[in-house]
C-alpha cells in the first residue's frame, strides 16, 4: 500500500468515526475516553487492512479539527524508533486483543 492510500484509509476511518483527538497536557495521563477512542480508530485500521506494525504510524502527525482529526506524513521525521511508541502500540494491540476475544472478532 502506497502513502497516499494509507492516509486515505486513516482519514476515512476518522472521518467516519469523527474521531477527536484533544491536545493532551503534559505530565497528565490520557482520559479512559481518550484511550477507548483511539483504540476503537485503531481496531478499524486493522480492520481495513493497515497493520499496527507499519512503520508510517511514527511518521503520521494529527491536527484536530471540527469534526474530526485530519491524518498526514511528516516528510521530515527520522525514522528512529521511539520506545514509547512501540510501547503505546503494544498495550492498544492487548486492548484490541481483548475486545475481539469478546466479541468473537
Not at 74 to 80: G, L, N, R
Amino acid at each position: 500500500m502506497d502513502d497516499e492510500l494509507f492516509l486515505e484509509r486513516i482519514n476515512e476511518i476518522a472521518r467516519d468515526q469523527r474521531l477527536h483527538l484533544p491536545t493532551p497536557r503534559e505530565g497528565e495521563a490520557p482520559s479512559t475516553a481518550f484511550l477507548s477512542e483511539w483504540a476503537r480508530f485503531l481496531e478499524g485500521c486493522v480492520k481495513k487492512g493497515i497493520p499496527l506494525s507499519d512503520e508510517r504510524w511514527q511518521r503520521l502527525t494529527a491536527e484536530s479539527r471540527t469534526p474530526h482529526a485530519v491524518f498526514a506524513l511528516d516528510p521530515h521525521t527520522s525514522a528512529a524508533v521511539d520506545p514509547d511508541f512501540r510501547v503505546g502500540l503494544q498495550l492498544l494491540m492487548g486492548l484490541l486483543a481483548g475486545r475481539e476475544s469478546k466479541d468473537g472478532v
